[in-house]
């Protein structure tokens, strides 16, 4: 139990372009989701939280405009990176937990190269 | 102020040495939960496992084991007998209930390598 979907794994696009990066809850209700973003050889950094019918919750620095997060339903969030750079490039990985839960499950990651 | 430290940068042992993680937490709170969490060179983060301030009770999982010493502040996790396949960063993080969403604060991770 406890599975969390990401897609895509890998996205490669031009500079300018818009990029959508799924996060689904398949065998639970993810009331709280999580966006982070991970550089090489460095711990996580939360961009965001997000609760099932609220607008999202971004940490200090983190672009609302840029960074645009929808949890739509109890088991999909979607990450659009908009006008992507090559300074966006990077490790977006999302997590879940459901609600009354103190553990966050995590998605394989998303890893975004901005050329 | 809430915080997570993991001292150890990079560990490298041989293959069938037990090695130690350590991690060292503060938080101003009394309840508050501790986890570690596995990340191999794919990059997907597996959960390994969470206690809670009040169970001091020490936990083995096969050849993992963990050590929860309140009086010390310290969480730290044991691997006997490693293997290659244990080669990956390991995190140790903390969240606190009277943030409703539980969000993690995270040590820097440690990445350990295991040679054959």
């Known amino acids: 139990g406890a599975v969390v979907s990401q897609h895509p794994s890998w996205v490669i696009c031009k500079s300018g372009t818009s990029v959508k990066i799924e996060c689904r809850s398949l065998?639970?209700?993810?009331?709280?989701m999580f966006w982070y973003r991970q550089f090489p050889k460095q711990s996580l950094m939360l961009m965001a939280t997000s609760n099932e019918g609220s607008k999202a919750t971004y940490e200090q620095g983190v672009e609302k405009d840029k960074f645009l997060i929808n949890h739509a339903s109890l088991t999909l969030s979607t990450l659009t990176v908009t006008s992507a750079h090559p300074e966006d490039s990077s490790f977006y990985i999302c997590s879940a937990r459901d609600r009354g839960a103190e553990t966050q499950y995590f998605g394989p990651g998303t890893r975004l190269l901005v050329l | 102020a809430q915080k997570v430290t993991q001292a150890q940068t990079e560990i490298s042992v041989v293959e069938k040495e037990d090695v130690t993680l350590d991690c060292v937490y503060e938080?101003?709170?009394?309840?508050?939960?501790l986890f570690w969490y596995k990340q191999p060179p794919s990059g997907e983060l597996v959960f390994l496992i969470r206690?809670?301030?009040?169970d001091e009770q020490n936990e083995i999982s096969g050849r993992y084991s963990w050590n929860f010493q309140k009086s010390t502040s310290s969480f730290n996790f044991t691997i006997t007998a490693s293997q290659v396949v244990d080669s990956a960063v390991y995190f140790c993080?903390?969240?606190?209930?009277?943030?409703?969403?539980?969000?993690?604060?995270w040590g820097a991770g440690t990445k350990l390598i295991i040679k054959p």
């Open positions: 938080t101003r709170d009394t309840t508050y939960y």
């Open positions: 993080a903390l969240s606190e209930p009277r943030d409703s969403n539980y969000q993690l604060i």
């Open positions: 206690r809670n301030s009040f």
């Open positions: 065998d639970f209700q993810a009331t709280t």
